[in-house]
């Protein structure tokens, strides 16, 4: 277990406010990334990171942006949330590919 | 376009028979594939993964088996145990130009029911 805590396990809000949603992993992994699960679709990469101050877009990261000031933390902002970002989001972090990535249990967000 | 594909939603087999998932793929840069196994309500868990340089990896109850001319794996879980009951997503990732570091691609997934 990469000890990743994802927070808040569940939030409800509004269309048009801003949420952000934090990983934090205590591993000292390089990579991280921010994923959404929604039926029929799987897992989809939003954002992910490989540093500090390093990170890049994934398949669907539009209404979404990511910061990482520290190694361990990870956060994801949806700047206007919107209710088609209604998801179940995981960050995943990782020190080396080929062993694979660790999950955090998810945040389950509904937008209304 | 999905690049990784799990054609069959869901999955019935009865307890101690064999289970064999099945995914496709279409990027010939994939090189790395991986299962995951994921419980309701948690994270995905990793479970067996297998480079392109090989055919096959077998983990205990757990086989994953790559054709790389099909661009197709499955991975076989025997015997089956009412505790694999869970939903199974294909991944894969490779070396691809344009990214700053390796991705990995999941497939939609497959609900696996293990019947006691």
């Not at chain 1, 877009?57 to 949806?78: A, I, P």
């Not at chain 1, 062993?99 to 967000?109: A, I, K, M, P, V």
């Not at chain 2, 015997?79 to 344009?98: E, I, L, R, T």
Request: glycine share 8%.
């Amino acid at each position: 277990d990469a000890g990743i805590t994802q927070s808040p396990r569940h939030k409800v809000t509004e269309t048009g406010t801003p949420v952000t949603l934090r990983c934090h992993q205590t591993e000292n992994h390089r990579y991280m990334y921010w994923y959404r699960q929604d039926p029929g679709h799987g897992l989809r990469l939003i954002h992910y990171s490989y540093g500090v101050k390093d990170t890049d877009k994934g398949e669907v990261s539009d209404g979404y942006s990511v910061s990482r000031s520290k190694t361990e933390d990870f956060l994801l902002t949806l700047e206007s949330a919107t209710s088609s970002q209604t998801s179940v989001y995981f960050c995943a972090a990782t020190r080396r590919h080929e062993n694979g990535y660790t999950f955090g249990s998810g945040t389950r967000l509904t937008v209304v | 376009d999905q690049q990784v594909k799990q054609n069959s939603p869901s999955l019935s087999v009865q307890e101690g028979r064999i289970s064999i998932l099945n995914c496709d793929y279409t990027n010939s840069m994939f090189d790395y594939f991986l299962w995951y196994k994921k419980y309701p309500a948690e994270g995905p868990t990793f479970l067996i993964s297998i480079s392109s340089i090989k055919d096959k990896n077998e983990d205990g109850r757990f086989t994953v088996f790559l054709n790389k001319s099909a661009k197709h794996l499955s991975l076989h879980i025997v015997p089956s145990q009412p505790g694999d009951s869970a939903v199974y997503f294909c991944a894969a990732s490779g070396k691809q130009s344009g990214v700053s570091a390796r991705q990995l691609t999941f497939g939609s997934g497959t609900q696996l029911t293990v019947l006691p």
